[in-house]
């Protein structure tokens, strides 16, 4: 799978974009980040999800539950504990 690095304003992150199985992603890590610097890009991430094959992952160094209770309205999320104790959120307009 080739990963492009794209631009995602108001971002301090990199984000990249790849496809799989029909579906678009766009990818960030937010492990190194400390709050509320996760949040912030989490959030810009999630304005680039225009249509239903379009996903955010999120890979995060804990579980972001305040930022899971501020999008759980608008977005359905799948949480999945990492080997290495991270977190990968995958995003999804509801």
Do not use: W
Request: aromatic share 12%; hydrophobic share 35%.
């Amino acid at each position: 799978m080739k990963k492009e690095l794209v631009e995602v304003p108001r971002t301090t992150l990199e984000f990249y974009k790849y496809e799989e199985d029909g579906l678009v992603f766009y990818e960030f890590n937010a492990t190194a980040c400390q709050p509320p610097e996760p949040m912030v890009n989490a959030m810009n991430g999630l304005g680039m999800l225009q249509n239903e094959n379009d996903r955010l992952v999120g890979i995060f160094f804990h579980e972001p539950s305040p930022l899971l209770d501020k999008v759980s309205a608008t977005f359905s999320y799948e949480s999945q504990e990492q080997e290495n104790g991270d977190f990968k959120i995958i995003f999804k307009k509801k």
